[in-house]
């Protein structure tokens, strides 16, 4: 999968958590929601690459990037600076994307697997789509 078709999958599975909200299907609506934010973050990790060029100083690199952890993916796409950043700048001013940031990165691909509440679905689809502090709009000016 290339970098467009990542942000182009993001964009999708954020629209199909919109519907599955929509439909009260709460459980995998949590779970598209965060997809969308994998994916999102992947495109970044390709969008480092074609920047760099020079991320596979390590040959275990593409390995690595086969995680679902925000985290990691913040790490292989270089945006941790950018992300303490937009947190430090966040806390000063309220912390609205310190709490959507805090929101959004508990969610794991096996929550596929688990039961969510309408709290939970709504609380992470918020957390990734508000305007202007939503994590995917954030996410959005690196891929």
């Excluded at 009260?24 to 969308?36: L, P, Q």
């Excluded at 100083?57 to 600076?81: N, R, V, Y």
Aim: charged residues 25%.
């Amino acid at each position: 999968m290339n970098q467009a078709e990542l942000r182009k999958l993001a964009e999708e599975r954020i629209l199909d958590a919109a519907a599955l909200i929509s439909s009260s299907r709460w459980a995998f609506a949590y779970y598209v929601a965060g997809y969308a934010v994998e994916c999102a973050l992947k495109s970044c990790v390709l969008a480092r690459m074609i920047h760099t060029g020079g991320v596979f100083k390590d040959k275990k690199f593409s390995e690595w990037c086969w995680t679902h952890d925000f985290g990691e993916l913040i790490k292989h796409a270089g945006l941790s600076t950018e992300l303490n950043l937009r947190l430090a700048t966040s806390a000063a001013s309220g912390g609205v994307f310190v709490g959507y940031w805090g929101t959004a990165t508990p969610w794991k691909e096996t929550s596929r697997y688990e039961a969510k509440s309408e709290t939970e679905a709504r609380a992470l689809y918020e957390a990734i789509t508000h305007d202007p502090d939503g994590v995917l709009k954030w996410i959005r000016n690196y891929w």
